[in-house]
């Protein structure tokens, strides 16, 4: 009984050690000028990669009257993993004529795979990025998700495990409610 009362208590103690972590990386992101070069506004050229089949894909703007919904991840992020309810969250609850959601993997290597087990192998995935692109994007950290207005313009980036603030915006921005969320 004791044991399970001592892993119980240090189970707890190591998640509030992350929530801070976490909390403090966001700061620091935030506080950065080098992490990432995308906010809102900012003007994105077309996506660049390849599928995991290894076909060609371009995400262009402009055309396409829908907006763009990136969940940039990678497969060892641990972040990413406890992300991934809300993402699905996203995917399952977005209005596909309204927006459009691709994955983008920051490295190829098990990234077909762990689309795969996280159930995300029905949408569209860039897994092998143009190194040009991830550049222009600044795609230096996982988790990352960005919106991307029809015309190519940044609507908003959430960077790093979502946190009440981020999943309030995320129901202002795209109708979602994610768990954990009150719904007032």
Not at 30 to 45: N, R
Not at 84 to 94: D, E, F, G
Not at 140 to 151: A, M, Q, R, V
Request: proline share 4%; net charge neutral.
């Amino acid at each position: 009984m004791a044991v399970f009362v001592f892993a119980s208590l240090a189970l707890a103690v190591m998640n509030v050690m992350l929530l801070k972590q976490n909390r403090d990386a966001k700061s620091a992101l935030s506080k950065s000028s080098g992490a990432t070069v995308l906010s809102p506004g900012h003007s994105v050229p077309p996506l660049h990669g390849k599928t995991a089949a290894g076909d060609e894909m371009t995400i262009s703007y402009g055309v396409d009257k829908r907006k763009t919904v990136l969940l940039i991840f990678s497969p060892g992020c641990g972040f990413c993993a406890e992300n991934m309810p809300n993402w699905k969250r996203i995917v399952s609850s977005l209005d596909s004529r309204a927006f459009r959601i691709v994955a983008v993997s920051i490295l190829n290597e098990g990234s077909a795979q762990y689309l795969k087990t996280n159930g995300l192998a029905n949408i569209p995935a860039i897994t092998d990025l143009d190194p040009g692109a991830r550049a222009k994007y600044g795609m230096n950290i996982t988790p990352e998700t960005i919106l991307i207005g029809s015309d190519g313009n940044i609507e908003k980036v959430w960077a790093g495990l979502f946190q009440d603030d981020d999943k309030q915006e995320i129901r202002d921005f795209l109708g979602v409610q994610l768990a954990g969320l009150s719904s007032n």
